[in-house]
């Protein structure tokens, strides 16, 4: 089945000790990218990338890092987590010359 | 700022009635709008799509249709099912690859 996972999909924590959301793939698309959900502001894009080892910025990628080392993987990773960053934490990808993104079920991230 | 946006954070409709959701965006670069539907506990799926070159597009019970000069798009479901009840985004994008998401309307189709 062709799908998009994200491990853990609940995640509690404190400030500053770091953590590695998992994303992986199955459909061999090139474009990953990252999204954090908050009410009253959508969707906003953190990171993607566009092929392994080709990574860029998108609205709010403060405080986030991201690796690209492997086609079906793109981990998102908060090196010292703050309280800002509690969210709801999605991934998607797509083929790159595709505009649909396909997403993960989500990452609930709460930061004490 | 927020680019894009979905000024009615929720609406209700009848089943068998008219769904109408609605968007605006301000950076006139964006060329590709999205439509994306999203079930609780669930991550967004993709349900329409239209291109800047186009005014229209429709696929099944879904319409888009795009006005550019007043920069707004909107979503027309007919007829509204119990099914369609979920939180609707809209998005747009000018790369292709960065994209600007709404803030969603959480439709309810009341049997």
């Known amino acids: 089945e062709a799908q998009v996972t994200q491990n853990p999909r609940y995640l509690i924590t404190v400030t500053g000790k770091k953590l590695t959301v998992t994303c992986s793939q199955n459909?061999?698309?090139?474009?990953m990218s990252w999204y954090r959900q908050d009410p009253g502001l959508g969707l906003r894009q953190i990171y993607y990338?566009?092929?392994?080892?080709?990574?860029d910025k998108g609205d709010v990628p403060e405080g986030y890092k991201v690796s690209r080392k492997e086609k079906r993987n793109f981990p998102l990773i908060l090196e010292s987590p703050s309280p800002n960053q509690t969210s709801l934490y999605f991934c998607?990808?797509?083929?790159?010359?595709?505009?649909?993104?396909?997403f993960g079920p989500g990452t609930r991230l709460t930061v004490l | 700022d927020q680019q894009v946006k979905q000024n009615s954070p929720s609406l209700s409709v009848q089943e068998g009635r008219i769904s109408i959701l609605n968007c605006d965006y301000t950076?006139?670069?964006?060329?590709?709008f999205l439509w994306y539907k999203k079930y609780p506990a669930e991550g967004p799926t993709f349900l329409i799509s239209?291109?800047?070159?186009?005014d229209k597009n429709e696929d099944g019970r879904f319409t888009v249709f795009l006005n550019k000069s007043a920069k707004h798009l909107s979503l027309h479901i007919v007829p509204s099912q119990p099914g369609d009840s979920a939180v609707y985004f809209c998005?747009?994008?000018?790369?292709?690859?960065?994209?600007?998401f709404g803030t969603g309307t959480s439709l309810t189709v009341i049997p």
């Open positions: 998607a990808s797509r083929e790159l010359t595709g505009k649909t993104q396909y």
């Open positions: 459909m061999n698309h090139e474009y």
């Open positions: 990338s566009m092929n392994v080892e080709v990574t």
């Open positions: 950076n006139s670069m964006f060329d590709y």
């Open positions: 239209i291109s800047s070159i186009k």
């Open positions: 998005a747009a994008s000018s790369t292709g690859n960065q994209f600007y």
